[in-house]
């Protein structure tokens, strides 16, 4: 639901290149900061956040758009994994 309920996926256009429904990695970071904040979600600092997107990352949920980079907190754009019905894969 991340993907759909945010405008933090959204097209994104790089070297004439657009990239559909993707996230900077320090975007997706300070998203996961914010969101911990409101939340029972124990992410207490940047760190911890890049650990989560670290995680995600090495699980296969989400991956860089070429495939060329692993999870940095940078301008790369990320995007999840998802499925032909638009779902993220492992999540219901």
């Known amino acids: 639901k991340l993907v759909e309920e945010t405008d933090l996926f959204v097209d994104r256009r790089y070297r004439c ?28 600092n940047r760190e911890q956040a890049l650990k989560v997107a670290d995680d995600l990352f090495e ?7 070429t495939y060329e980079h692993v999870f940095e907190d940078s301008g790369y754009f990320y995007a999840f994994n998802l499925e032909d019905d638009g779902e993220a894969i492992g999540f219901d």
Request: charged share 15%.
């Open 17 to 44: 290149v657009t990239y559909e429904a993707c996230v900077p990695g320090s975007d997706l970071l300070g998203y996961l900061e914010r969101m911990a904040e409101g939340n029972s979600v124990r992410i207490g």
């Open 59 to 65: 699980l296969g949920l989400i991956h860089h758009v």
